[in-house]
């Protein structure tokens, strides 16, 4: 059965805001949240970025949903306290929280001052954070001298069942990696023959029969014209390839090279319409796809109506 989440956005709205609105997606029927995690916003325009796990121990407690957040170890973050943070949510809501992991970007890993590295080295990294919290969620005492550095570390505090991992995707080639290593995949929409590619690729990777997990990312006004300038508004910023959301180094950079985006090209990136079957067909084709849970995103900054219109009429759609 297809799963339909709900994307908190920590780079658009500040921390109570976005617990209410959580609160509003489980009253009307949608199913699980997923977290961002940034230090800085896309733009100056979205301005927040509050921080992600603070806000998730009270998520968890003023819902019943189960939560994942998307992270990126070993830079910003070392991974021991990644485990940590992981089991100790895990251990207090049992069943209801993963974790997304991925190379992460520039704009929020700078801020230690230390070198970022090139792709390749990048997920080396990764794969050293991912075996590392894996080790300390399994209660072994670890050791670790490679790209990232641990010392006798034991988690103490583990919950009965470990959270899942979720390997995060945006090109085939991580796709495939990613198959191999994680528990399910998470990926953005874009066309229907480009995201075969990468489910394919998923697949090839060691990924067949695991979970597949899909944000999308709409924009739902009450017209197009108002649905259109909401996603320019908003996340003109965030339709770059990955080599270049990964490389920049500030928002205002960001912001700057998003100034040569038309607005009709936003009709490429995002999915916009008034019109809640076209939605229901957008949904359908990746659910034919072999995707298990869409994770909507509500790139505007209308989130109430978003969430009590598509609760009422679109997800009842897509459970049947």
Not at 78 to 106: C, K, S, V
Not at 197 to 209: I, L, Q, R, T, Y
Not at 210 to 227: G, Q, R, Y
Not at 253 to 279: F, N, P, R
């Amino acid at each position: 059965m297809i799963k339909i989440g709900y994307q908190a956005s920590h780079e658009q709205f500040k921390p109570s805001a976005l617990l209410k609105y959580v609160q509003r997606a489980e009253e009307a029927g949608f199913q699980s949240c997923n977290s961002s995690d940034h230090f800085h916003p896309w733009s100056h325009e979205q301005g927040e970025s509050g921080f992600a796990w603070s806000w998730l121990g009270a998520a968890l407690q003023a819902t019943n949903l189960p939560f994942s957040v998307v992270n990126a170890p070993g830079q910003r973050y070392h991974p021991a306290i990644i485990a940590q943070a992981a089991a100790t949510l895990a251990e207090m809501f049992p069943n209801r929280f993963d974790i997304a992991l991925g190379t992460g970007q520039y704009l929020n890993e700078h801020i230690t001052g230390t070198v970022w590295p090139v792709k390749q080295d990048r997920n080396a990294r990764l794969k050293e954070c991912v075996d590392i919290i894996r080790a300390l969620w399994a209660g072994e005492t670890v050791t670790h001298h490679g790209l990232v550095t641990v010392e006798d570390a034991t988690l103490f505090t583990r919950p009965a069942t470990p959270p899942s991992i979720l390997g995060a995707a945006i090109t085939p080639v991580t796709a495939e990696w990613v198959g191999g290593w994680a528990d399910s995949l998470l990926t953005t929409a874009r066309p229907p023959e480009e995201l075969k590619k990468m489910v394919d690729a998923f697949h090839k990777g060691g990924g067949e029969g695991k979970p597949m997990n899909l944000k999308v990312e709409i924009s739902f006004a009450d017209s197009e014209e108002k649905a259109l300038q909401g996603a320019y508004d908003q996340w003109r910023s965030n339709i770059f390839s990955s080599s270049v959301l990964t490389e920049l180094r500030t928002a205002k950079q960001l912001q700057e090279a998003a100034q040569v985006v038309k607005k009709e090209v936003m009709k490429e990136h995002v999915l916009i319409s008034t019109d809640l079957g076209q939605y229901q067909e957008w949904f359908q084709q990746y659910i034919d796809l072999g995707f298990t849970q869409l994770i909507l995103h509500n790139v505007n900054l209308e989130q109430e109506r978003f969430i009590d219109v598509f609760g009422e009429k679109v997800l009842p759609q897509l459970a049947r």
